[in-house]
């Protein structure tokens, strides 16, 4: 997808590896088919919005960069989610998304103010290395604290 225009929502066939080529303004996915994704090294430039989008498998966005804001408010990951080094520059809202199995987050950078609130963590979320410029967010920090030993792995600029 190459495009300075908005894109509506998509519910046409995408291939499952949208890496490089996603290098949208700004982006509207709706219902992604069934089956692993993948938008590892993608660079969206303006906003993304995953709102409400459905993941009926493992959804990859390892090395992505997302400009001015990410919106998953209420995004579905079936099977999980892997945001692996991604850059968050502006806004990331995850508000009542729902994680299945994991949702991993190593090495994440959140430029802005991260949105965790009514957030579903399934059996597995990771934060080592992640770094929020204004606070962790106090639904990540208590899922952390109940579950691992890595609670004090996320930071902030503060720290």
Known sequence: ???????????????????????ARNTDLGTVPSGDTRFGGAEFGGYARFDGTRFSGEVGFEGAKFGEAARFGGAEFGWGAWFLG???????????AEFGWFAVFDGAEFGGFADFDGVEFGEIAMFVGAEFAQRVPAEVASYL???????????TSDD
């Open 1 to 23: 997808v190459d495009s300075q225009a908005p894109m509506s929502s998509l519910t046409v066939p995408i291939p499952p590896d949208l890496s490089p080529a996603c290098r």
């Open 145 to 155: 604290a109940s579950r691992s030993e890595d609670a004090r792995s996320p930071t």
């Open 86 to 96: 991604v850059k968050f520059g502006g806004y990331a809202n995850f508000d009542g």
